[in-house]
Every structure is written in structure tokens, then in C-alpha cells.
């Protein structure tokens, strides 16, 4: 399954990421027992940028959101996301990522 990337400048805490993420089967992701729900963001080169706890609700099957804090955002490039469940199983599971890309906000100069 293909995902649209999330892009945002330097700096910036909106848009936050939401994503409709799909099980093995292709079903809308059932949060109910699953949570807490932790999201986690690598560079591409592998490093962790960023891991904290991811926003869903039961009621909205596969909805998973990821609200930036400050700093969180700070540095230009492209990256990699994921969130996981409380069962240890990670979203998307289909040898996909999110991709997230933070643009040089030149006009901060």
C-alpha cells in the first residue's frame, strides 16, 4: 500500500501526522485493546528522531495521530514513522513506512 508523504517546514508543529492505517488483511487497524499506541519517526539513516505516544480512538477504526511538540521538527529531511501497538505490532505492516519531510524554512534566515 502506497502512503502519501506529510509534508511540513522547519519548525513547524501543523500539520499534525494522521494516518488510516490498515491491518495484514487490509481492514481499518480495530484500537480497541491496543493501546497505548507509540509512534516512532527515524531519519533515513536509521536514527531515532523522535518516539512519544500516538493519539486514536476506538470509535474511529485505523485513525492514528501524532501531535509535534517543540523542537520536534527542527531539523530538515526525510523520515520514516511508524506507530505500534500495545501487542508489540507495528503499522503500516505492509514493508511500508510513513514518509515525513521537513522542508529548510529559508525564510527563518
Request: hydrophobic residues 35%; charged residues 20%.
Amino acid at each position: 500500500m502506497s502512503h502519501q508523504p506529510h509534508y511540513m517546514l522547519e519548525g513547524d508543529l501543523a500539520p499534525i501526522l494522521e494516518a488510516y492505517l490498515r491491518d495484514e488483511t487490509g481492514a481499518l487497524v480495530d484500537w480497541t485493546g491496543k493501546t497505548p499506541v507509540t509512534f516512532k519517526m527515524c531519519h533515513t539513516n536509521g536514527v531515532t528522531a523522535i518516539t512519544g505516544t500516538a493519539s486514536v480512538d476506538v470509535s474511529v477504526p485505523g485513525r492514528a495521530r501524532y501531535t509535534w511538540t517543540a523542537g520536534q521538527t527542527a531539523t530538515a529531511g526525510t523520515y520514516y514513522a511508524t506507530f505500534k501497538d500495545n501487542t508489540g505490532k507495528s503499522y503500516p505492516n505492509d514493508g511500508t513506512y510513513l514518509e515525513v519531510v521537513i522542508g529548510d524554512d529559508r525564510s527563518a534566515a
